[in-house]
């Protein structure tokens, strides 16, 4: 079975960092692009930052200067390395890939989702 993971999250004071991780499980042949999404309370979930397989990079807004998405494909894993964080940023994460199967079929996902909370 193909999954994700996140992991990562937790309190934060703000300026503080966090480094997320989503990590791909299963019989995998491929990763394609991969998203970092958040869901604050009460708010629609909105994408943060995705990463192609190429690498091209993409960033909401709210998240350039402050976030950085990167890749080791070698780990099936997608990180997002987030500093400077404002209270805003409080929201819980999810992971959304485009994968391909080692049976070729193509797989869209979403991890269970981590919880970033930024307070003093």
């Known amino acids: 079975q193909v999954q994700l993971v996140e992991s990562g999250g937790g309190l934060v004071q703000p300026g503080g960092s966090l480094r997320l991780s989503c990590a791909a499980s299963?019989?995998?042949?491929?990763?394609?692009?991969v998203g970092w999404y958040r869901q604050a309370p009460g708010k629609e979930r909105e994408l943060v930052a995705s990463?192609?397989?190429?690498?091209?990079?993409n960033y909401a807004d709210s998240a350039k200067g402050r976030f950085t998405i990167s890749r080791d494909n070698a780990k099936n894993t997608v990180y997002l390395q987030m500093s400077s964080l404002k209270p805003e940023d409080t929201a819980v994460y999810y992971c959304?890939?485009?994968?391909?199967?080692?049976?070729?079929?193509?797989?869209?996902?979403w991890g269970q989702g981590t919880l970033v909370t930024v307070s003093s």
């Open positions: 299963g019989r995998i042949f491929k990763i394609n692009a």
């Open positions: 959304n890939a485009g994968l391909i199967g080692v049976d070729l079929q193509y797989l869209e996902l």
């Open positions: 990463i192609t397989s190429g690498r091209s990079t």
